[in-house]
């Protein structure tokens, strides 16, 4: 085990901070909502619009998040979408164009945009991202520019308020900026996986789109359900003392217990399919992970928060806008709050960046510097 800096348990208040960001002509929350997993039993939009102070969220869908099991096919896409038809209120949304081989045109991306607009029940989208680099044509053939002039169409046509880039490292955020600037178009964000397990080439694609004024949404910020403390609470709660969380180091087993979720025994019910949890579990027993959590553990103590609010505002602390996806209106709860108006101070960073872990890529098809879009899997770099 690795030897853990040592840190007094005080219980600090937060410090206060804004609950908003601004993402081009877009005040946002701090926490975004993610729709990705969304299906027919969740809670949809109209309910969490009835929770308080939860008004004008930021939710993040996709043309191609869907409930369908054709959607590897490239069929069934939209359904998520749907799900928001005259029923938005207050909520601003973003969506995405997905590249595809059969997409070749810049029309192909306001076609797109047009039908994300009728399935969403808008006549003008919040935020539209490419979702991913063109990963099909051939280097020197590739489509980004092409879609790029897309993008810019759907703006001079009024059909898009802002753009945006998904999955884009720093070379290629830099082009597309320069690009839509000749053009007059402002990008405005860049979406990708931003986490405490996964944070070296993030932070360099981070502090680019810093100097170029394009905000960064993180995904994966709960590193799919391994910073919530579920996969390692078993082993922590049998060690207290190990972890420096017994009575003896100023802990009360209650409030520990309290920070951590029960993890399911039956992994098919969180969503989450046969591979992903097969890599996760490996992930979890050999990456000391729970060390981390350990640590994570004595910080929501100290701000009377959860493991899994401790790790979202990480995000929010580095000035990353995670997106964190919800099933139910206690989650969507517990998100707004791991937002809001406090941060972490530089005691607890210090603390959670000191403990070295494996770095987390993904699991099963998901994957960070990978995209599985049903046609097959091609990895580029975040470099």
């Known amino acids: 085990m690795l030897s853990l800096p040592k840190f007094a348990p005080t219980r600090a208040p937060a410090q206060r901070a804004p609950k908003s960001v601004k993402i081009g002509s877009l005040t946002i929350p701090n926490v975004a909502v993610g729709t ?3 299906g027919a039993d969740s809670p949809q939009v109209e309910s969490y619009e009835r929770v308080p102070g939860a008004r004008g969220q930021f939710y993040d869908t996709a043309e191609r998040y869907s409930t369908s099991p054709l959607v590897g096919l490239g069929m069934g896409w939209g359904t998520t979408e749907m799900q928001f038809d005259d029923k938005i209120g207050s909520a601003i949304v973003g969506t995405k164009f997905t590249p595809t081989p ?10 797109a945009a047009l039908r994300s607009c009728e399935r969403l029940g808008v006549e003008q989208l919040d935020l539209y991202s490419i979702h991913m680099p063109d990963i099909f044509s051939k280097k020197g053939e590739e489509l ?31 082009e597309a900026h320069a690009y839509l600037k000749k053009k007059n178009v402002k990008l405005v964000s860049n979406q990708i996986h931003y986490s405490l397990l996964y944070n070296d ?4 694609t981070k502090l680019t789109g810093e100097k170029l004024n394009i905000k960064t949404f993180g995904y994966f910020g709960l590193g799919m359900g391994l ?7 078993y082993y922590i709660m049998k060690h207290l003392k190990d972890y ?21 025994k039956n992994g098919s019910k969180n969503g989450r399919s046969i591979f992903e949890m097969n890599d996760l579990t490996k992930y979890a027993a050999t990456s000391n992970i729970d060390a981390l959590v350990g640590e994570m553990v004595k910080v929501a103590v100290k701000h009377k928060k959860t493991v899994a609010q401790v790790a979202i505002n990480y995000c929010v602390t580095k ?12 989650q969507f709860k517990s998100n707004l709050d791991a937002g809001g108006s406090w941060r972490l101070d530089a005691e607890d960073m210090k603390r959670l960046e000191s403990v070295e872990v494996a770095k987390f890529e993904g699991a099963g098809f998901k994957r960070s510097e990978g995209k599985f879009v049903g046609y097959g899997e091609k990895s580029w770099s975040l470099d």
């Open 36 to 38: 990705i997993n969304w």
């Open 102 to 111: 059969w997409r070749k045109k810049s029309s192909d991306v306001v076609e």
């Open 144 to 174: 980004n520019y092409v879609y790029w002039d897309g993008l810019v169409e759907c703006v001079e046509r009024g059909i898009v308020k802002n753009v945006g880039v998904s999955n884009y490292g720093s070379t290629l955020l830099t």
């Open 201 to 204: 080439k993030s932070e360099k």
């Open 227 to 233: 910073l919530t403390g579920s996969y390692s609470k």
């Open 244 to 264: 420096g969380l017994s009575a003896a180091d100023g802990y009360n087993i209650g409030e520990v217990d309290a920070t951590m979720p029960t993890r399911k």
């Open 319 to 330: 000035g990353v806008v995670p997106i964190v996806g919800v099933s139910s209106i206690n």
